[in-house]
């Protein structure tokens, strides 16, 4: 009867929040999503490249002719760099060049990030809306461009954007060598704004933002020097 009675108040309320009956209000629920800056850099002092072995040259990658062996520029290059690297052909120059890659995982904890969320932590699953995703160049002191930047969602465990289980959600255009840039707005893929909103819905769950490039180093050229530093930002809406 209690119950019943508060069903009826609810009623004339207008929907209001009857405490007991578990009623709730999509008004007390209705929580901005105002997630802090996740940072990445990309420092090409990170990775460990000997420039004084083979196929390099006073620094200067030497010209490797590409063999007909998928793993003839892998193995070119693998003696200068073990890690973090990889080796394809430049058919155009039918010469060896190196990827130096890039694959940064950024911790998303929803519960830890947006505290408001811990007052609704009995429910499993929240709707979530997403306002927008931008990005900015905060610091670039990087002597080469950096070619497109691809952006994943991915359970915590997943490291890489190798793994089948990240998902592709948009990417950050190139960014011109030395320079930054203002708050931008992430280039969607047509399923990246869904699989973004999927991952978040499950609030309780960490999980990891990926941004995925490679610096490239083809023949002649020299071993990027310089840094660059970003932030991508996740705006929206969540309630029940």
């Known amino acids: 009867?209690?119950?019943?009675?508060?069903?009826?108040?609810?009623?004339?309320?207008?929907?209001?929040l009857i405490a007991g009956c578990g009623l709730i209000s999509s008004d007390v629920t209705n929580f901005d999503l105002m997630l802090p800056d996740k940072k990445f850099t990309i420092d090409a002092s990170g990775w460990q490249v000997d420039a004084n072995k083979t196929p390099f040259n006073n620094?200067?990658?030497?010209?490797?002719?590409c063999s007909s062996m998928?793993?003839?520029?892998?193995?070119?290059?693998?003696?200068?760099?073990?890690?973090?690297?990889?080796?394809?052909?430049?058919?155009?120059?039918?010469?060896?060049?190196?990827s130096l890659d890039v694959s940064?995982?950024?911790?998303?904890?929803?519960?830890?990030?947006?505290p408001d969320l811990k007052t609704i932590n009995d429910q499993p699953v929240i709707k979530v809306s997403i306002d927008s995703v931008t990005y900015a160049v905060t610091a670039n002191s990087?002597?080469?461009?950096?070619?497109?930047?691809?952006?994943?969602?991915?359970?915590?465990?997943?490291?890489?954007p190798t793994d089948p289980q990240a998902k592709l959600i948009g990417t950050i255009p190139a960014i011109q060598n030395m320079t930054t840039s203002d708050f931008q707005a992430l280039e969607f893929t047509p399923t990246g704004k869904a699989a973004l909103i999927n991952?978040?819905?499950?609030?309780?769950?960490?999980?990891?933002?990926?941004?995925?490039?490679?610096?490239?180093?083809?023949?002649?050229?020299?071993?990027?020097?310089?840094?660059?530093?970003?932030?991508?930002?996740?705006?929206?809406?969540?309630?029940?």
């Open 1 to 16: 009867m209690l119950c019943l009675n508060a069903h009826l108040a609810a009623a004339v309320l207008g929907g209001s």
């Open 142 to 160: 990087l002597d080469v461009d950096t070619p497109a930047i691809d952006v994943y969602v991915a359970p915590i465990s997943a490291l890489k």
């Open 70 to 98: 998928p793993s003839g520029c892998s193995m070119a290059v693998a003696q200068a760099c073990a890690s973090d690297c990889s080796a394809t052909c430049d058919t155009a120059a039918n010469s060896c060049m190196l």
């Open 199 to 240: 991952i978040m819905s499950t609030f309780k769950t960490p999980f990891n933002v990926l941004v995925a490039s490679s610096l490239v180093v083809r023949a002649g050229q020299m071993l990027p020097t310089g840094k660059l530093d970003a932030v991508v930002r996740i705006r929206g809406h969540a309630g029940l």
């Open 59 to 65: 620094g200067t990658l030497a010209s490797v002719p």
């Open 104 to 114: 940064r995982p950024l911790k998303v904890d929803l519960l830890t990030d947006q």
